[in-house]
Every structure is written in structure tokens, then in C-alpha cells.
């Protein structure tokens, strides 16, 4: 069981670049979520997803995107890559509302 | 709104004492609690939870957390530190009348790094 994967695990950008973070997760869970990690400030919320077709806003949703076309996947997209996008990133998944998140091992970004 | 305090970023034990690693906590009504724990270069883990009933809540690995509502917080503890426990520690809340129905993401406080020592 892989649980919640994301590619990559590493990566570089120039600024203005694009890429797309990519989340899938094998638990069948509806909920899913992206998380940005900067030292010393926790977890910040960028985007959530209920089920397939629907994302919503989270904390700090400035600069990127999300889609969620299946239950298993959900790409994280950076248009314009700027220094403040300089993070480590996490994707989770959940089934339900008093349920535990999972997550999986983090992308960390560097925009230069 | 939902906030979460870690005031210790770090915390030192000897191995084989017992730790504590201390949380509060802020909703406007009744509160989901959550300790994950961070290994380097990992994704978070989850350690406990409460949603409701008995106000002391055991864990993974030997950790326990204690809900105390009028002092409005959920302290991570351990009787017995071992080096394996060094990380970095989160605590997060949900507010149970948050207004994603439960569907959004928890608010996590800024992390504690545990430190055992041999």
C-alpha cells in the first residue's frame, strides 16, 4: 500500500518558470489537501479538494492551482515561480472528518 | 477562527526521563486535537488524536496527550524518552464548527523539536 506519492522530491526553478507538483494517493480518500512548510512557521494550508470536480481556497492560495479530475490525483500547479514559492510541500489525504491526514514525504522547491 | 501555540521550539530530555511538549489551543466551539511527528527529510506522521471522551488519549510509540479544556490545551508526553523519539513535533487543531464542514485542513502550530539525549 503506497499511501499518498509525490513527484518530485526535488527541484529547481527559475523564477517565472512553471511546473506542476503531482499528489496521488491509493487510499480512495475524498479529501485531499496541499501544504506549504517554511522553517519555524508549521504548515500552511494552499488548497483543499472534498472529491473529484471540487477545490477550495485554503490559507495561502496565492500563485498556485489545483485540479482534482480523479479521486487520486492532485496536481499542484506554480504559474509563475517566485523566491516566496521557496518551500517544502506536502500533500495529505483524509476519508472523513475525525479521521487522521496522511502524507506523503514532500517536495521541496527552490526558486532562484 | 482556530489557532494553535507550540511555545517551546525546543526541547531537551535525557534519554530515559519523562517529556513533555506542550500545545494550546483556540476554537470557538469544541475542539479536534492532533499530534503528528516530523522525521528529517520525512512527511508527517500521525501520532494521537481526540475528538471526544476520555481526556487522556494514547498513542503510537508510547505517547500519550492529556485534553484539558479549561486550560485550553493537549501536552504530548512520554514516561520514558528514547533517542528514537528526537523530531520535530506538531500539534493541530480542527474547530468541529469550522466552516468546511470538517473538510478543510487543520491549522498546525509552528512545531517543537524534541531532542533526546543519550
Known amino acids: 500500500n503506497a499511501g499518498v506519492t509525490q513527484t518530485p522530491k526535488f527541484r529547481i526553478l527559475k523564477i517565472g518558470q512553471s511546473m506542476t507538483l503531482q499528489c496521488t494517493q491509493d487510499m480512495n480518500h475524498n479529501y485531499m489537501y496541499w501544504y506549504r512548510q517554511d522553517p519555524g512557521m508549521g504548515l500552511k494550508l494552499i488548497y483543499y479538494?472534498?472529491?473529484?470536480?471540487?477545490?477550495d481556497k485554503g490559507e495561502v492560495p496565492n500563485g498556485y492551482n489545483v485540479s482534482r479530475s480523479t479521486t487520486e490525483d492532485f496536481p499542484l500547479r506554480l504559474e509563475l515561480a517566485a523566491p516566496s514559492q521557496t518551500s517544502v510541500y506536502f500533500c495529505?489525504?483524509?476519508?472523513?472528518?475525525?479521521?487522521?491526514?496522511?502524507f506523503g514525504q514532500g517536495t521541496r522547491l527552490t526558486v532562484v | 477562527a482556530q489557532s494553535v501555540a507550540q511555545p517551546e521550539d525546543q526541547v531537551n530530555v535525557a534519554e530515559g526521563n519523562p517529556l513533555t511538549v506542550k500545545c494550546t489551543y483556540s476554537?470557538?466551539?469544541?475542539?479536534?486535537l492532533f499530534w503528528y511527528v516530523q522525521y528529517p527529510n520525512r512527511g508527517l506522521q500521525f501520532l494521537l488524536k481526540y475528538i471526544t471522551g476520555d481526556n487522556l488519549v494514547k498513542g503510537s510509540y508510547g505517547f500519550e496527550a492529556e485534553f484539558n479544556k479549561s486550560q485550553t490545551s493537549f501536552h504530548l508526553k512520554k514516561p520514558s524518552a528514547l533517542v528514537s523519539d528526537s523530531a520535530l513535533y506538531f500539534c493541530a487543531v480542527r474547530d468541529i464548527w469550522s466552516p468546511g464542514g470538517g473538510a478543510d485542513g487543520l491549522t498546525f502550530g509552528k512545531g517543537t523539536h524534541l531532542i533526546i539525549q543519550p
Open positions: 479538494s472534498v472529491g473529484a470536480g471540487i477545490t
Open positions: 495529505a489525504s483524509k476519508q472523513g472528518d475525525y479521521t487522521e491526514a496522511f
Open positions: 476554537v470557538s466551539g469544541n475542539p479536534y
